[in-house]
């Protein structure tokens, strides 16, 4: 390096030590950051433990009903829910004055429009 390419910059002593304060201050910052996503990486880590073992708990749930489904004797159902279970599905009956939605909306855009014209 040749000495003539050398810049020197002059900083007062009040300007140095407001820049040594921002610096400490982006440090401590730093560091409280850290102190975060540590604590974050532990509690995370304690909600996988927790998950994994609610997911433990709900399979034995779940095979303790299988077992109970398959042990009780099958009630005859009767009324809507046993349509539904063997396929049978009945549909509402549509009366001829409803109207689709988007036929609505056109005439009360319409009315809107008529009240509008008659206002000016």
Known sequence: M???NLIHVGVSHYEAFEYKKNLLS??????KIMMAMEKYNSLRGEELNLKIILSKKIRGFV??????????PKQKIRGEAGRAEKGIILKKPEFPGNKSIQSELMEIQE??????LNSV
């Open 2 to 4: 040749k000495e003539d």
């Open 26 to 31: 982006v440090e401590m910052n730093l560091l």
């Open 63 to 72: 095979s303790g009903i299988k077992k109970l489904q398959n042990t009780l």
């Open 111 to 116: 009315k809107l429009r008529r009240m509008n």
